[in-house]
């Protein structure tokens, strides 16, 4: 073969591999929905009106945030040649009620209707309206009443604390005045998994959410961190140095038993488990510098998966298993994220800017969150799938390690 045809060769290979991962990436978008959202028809008290029109903006940016929608703010967008198909969000208040309705647009007929009382909490509300609205027209699941559990910076300690999706309702979860780090949260979504110091040792530690109560998970000598669920809830993959180095193990929370999964000199650590509990990403420095590499769940058949980049950390399994979010350093030193598919057949870069990092997926799949210091101190940012309309969601708060929730009914 020829240099020239050697090199076209390589040059469309690498074209239809860039053409797959983006055709799977692809995959997440899917069609978009036209609705049209009115102005809400509002009697009562200043209150009721105030609150009623908060949820009508909240469900605007909860539906055009899912990427399920495009958005219009009257019919008109919907005429013309050729006549688009939708649907009609209106909505009417009287106080102490709003009721809600979707109307398919063609035949005017009424999709779905919901009235509740707005006695409660306004944005909770509104997300738990988008959730059904979404799942009413797509079929899936809406994402807007999920958490984000974060660490932040208070005083000379970091706490955990939980924010919705979007950044708002942000309230701690521990106040110990000491170093709680890489908060993880249970597949139910009602624990979250943290360690934090005490004494000479990180300890691993699970929250509950409706007690409030602490449970030691593992105190092991040295350091007991970077956490993970298995999906069925009923293990926890993590990182001790109780045997002098950095290994992981697997922990069965019904048995207590403990299970070494990498021995060797390197350090390894960074556990992520894939969405089918078969396989576990992970970071080692085997190889030198840290890259990412795959194992299956009880550690056999190790293989190596990043080769793009001298220093690669912080794996994610996206929800679906056909992508991982990881971080990368670039030449000039800043952190990047990337995603790839198990087959690291070709990274795709998602940011730019300053130092991005600590990439956590949405529960369907089509967002990211991450902790990122584009504002000159580490925030947490979110993101599409595909690195588009990146947004802060921390304002004036340090904060790192975030971790999305799972969906809930």
Not at 117 to 142: C, F, N, P, W
Not at 310 to 330: H, M, Q
């Amino acid at each position: 073969m020829s240099a020239k045809a050697l090199f076209f060769g390589l040059f469309f290979s690498t074209l239809l591999f860039a053409q797959e991962v983006f055709l799977r990436l692809s995959d997440y978008a899917g069609g978009k929905n036209n609705i049209v959202i009115e102005p809400f028809g509002l009697s009562g008290s200043p209150d009721f009106i105030s609150k009623a029109s908060t949820i009508g903006m909240v469900i605007r940016d909860d539906l055009d945030y899912s990427l399920y929608f495009d958005i219009y703010p009257d019919t008109s967008f919907l005429l013309g040649e050729p006549k688009k198909s939708g649907v009609v969000l209106k909505a009417k208040g009287v106080e102490p009620q709003l009721t809600i309705a979707l109307v398919d647009f063609e035949s005017h007929e009424t999709i779905h209707e919901m009235t509740f009382a707005l006695t409660g909490e306004v944005r909770a509300t509104a997300h738990q309206a988008s959730d059904k609205i979404i799942e009413v027209l797509t079929g899936e699941k809406g994402i807007a009443s999920t958490k984000i559990v974060l660490s932040y910076v208070k005083g000379n300690g970091k706490e955990i604390g939980v924010a919705d999706y979007d950044g708002y309702n942000f309230s701690a979860v521990t106040n110990n005045h000491t170093y709680n780090l890489f908060p993880a949260w249970a597949p139910d979504a009602a624990r979250i998994l943290y360690s934090s110091y005490a004494k000479d040792r990180l300890n691993l530690y699970i929250y509950d959410l409706a007690s409030k109560k602490n449970s030691l998970i593992a105190s092991n000598a040295g350091l007991n961190f970077a956490p993970c669920w298995s999906p069925d809830g009923a293990k926890i993959a993590l990182t001790l140095t109780k045997d002098g180095n950095a290994e992981i193990y697997l922990l069965d929370l019904g048995t207590k038993g403990l299970s070494r999964l990498t021995n060797n000199k390197a350090i390894d650590c960074s556990p992520a488990f894939s969405p089918n509990s078969r396989e576990l990403a992970f970071v080692s420095d085997r190889s030198g510098n840290p890259q990412v590499y795959i194992m299956d769940a009880y550690g056999s058949n190790v293989r190596r998966l990043t080769f793009h980049g001298s220093y690669n950390t912080s794996p994610a399994w996206s929800p679906k298993g056909d992508l991982i979010a990881y971080v990368s350093r670039e030449d000039d030193n800043t952190q990047q994220i990337y995603v790839t598919d198990p087959n690291d057949f070709l990274p795709i870069r998602l940011t730019y800017e300053r130092n991005n990092e600590e990439p956590a997926w949405s529960p369907n799949g089509l967002h990211i969150v991450f902790s990122s210091n584009r504002g000159g101190v580490y925030e947490l940012f979110s993101m599409n799938w595909d690195g588009t309309r990146q947004r802060r969601l921390t304002r004036e708060t340090v904060a790192r390690s975030p971790d999305w929730s799972s969906i809930t009914e």
